[in-house]
């Protein structure tokens, strides 16, 4: 299994572009997340899954767009890209949104906007 | 909502000695669950260790245990015989139990481990 992955690891756009960061997990799980850590911060949820087709927003929904139309996949999209966006997004998955399971992070998507 | 806190930006132990990294959170839940998560300089978030909060046996992962306080909500963690690969940032989580835990894990700020050789 690959995990989760995320596509891509870097990348820079200016002010006012647009971009789709990518996630996707190969583990079958029902429940996906995005999150941003900026310095100095931990991590903060940005939008969430709990399955094909449904999605809701975490605590920075402002400026992020998010889909899910298959289990694997679950894009965040980045409408007009303002400078407080620059952060670390992270992707993640697990069983399920309840109990203890543990959530399985992506390598991470370093994003720069000038 | 939910709060984690973690007091210590930064700390600093020799190789092989232990250390203590505190943690507090503020909820009115009876019921949840606390992560630590290491991300060192690749940036990978790696989960060390988890804590139900409706045990009252500590965790504990080899070299990783935790001190749960339910009523001081504090969940400290203690690394012992540290590694220069305990070198990290350190982040406790929260997850809550009612709803689902739908909104995800509120995390701390973090603690930068430094290992001294």
């Known amino acids: 299994n690959a995990g989760v992955t995320q596509t891509p690891k870097f990348q820079v756009l200016k002010t006012g572009q647009s971009m789709t960061l990518q996630c996707a997990q190969d583990m079958n799980h029902e429940y996906m997340s995005w999150y941003r850590q900026d310095p100095g911060m931990g991590l903060r949820l940005i939008h969430y899954s709990v399955g094909a087709g449904i999605t809701d927003q975490g605590e920075v929904p402002n400026g992020y767009n998010v889909s899910r139309s298959t289990t694997e996949d679950f894009p965040l999209r980045l409408l007009s890209a303002a400078p407080s966006q620059t952060s670390v997004y992270f992707c993640?998955?697990?069983?399920?949104?309840?109990?203890?399971?543990?959530?399985?992070f992506g390598p991470g998507t370093r994003l720069t906007v000038t | 909502a939910q709060t984690v806190t973690q007091s210590q930006p930064e700390m600093s132990v020799q190789e092989a000695e232990t250390v203590t990294l505190s943690c507090t959170y503020d909820?009115?839940?009876?019921?949840?669950?606390l992560f630590w998560y290491k991300q060192p300089p690749s940036r990978q978030m790696i989960l060390v260790i988890r804590?139900?909060?409706?045990?009252?046996q500590n965790a504990t992962e080899n070299r990783f245990s935790v001190n749960f306080q339910k009523a001081a909500k504090s969940f400290s963690l203690k690394i012992s015989d540290s590694q220069l690969g305990d070198a990290a940032m350190y982040f406790c989580a929260y997850r809550s139990y009612s709803g689902g835990g739908a909104d995800g894990l509120t995390f701390g700020k973090g603690t930068h481990l430094i290992i001294q050789p």
């Open positions: 909820t009115s839940e009876s019921d949840y669950y």
């Open positions: 993640a998955s697990s069983y399920s949104i309840s109990g203890a399971y543990e959530q399985y």
């Open positions: 804590q139900e909060a409706y045990k009252q």
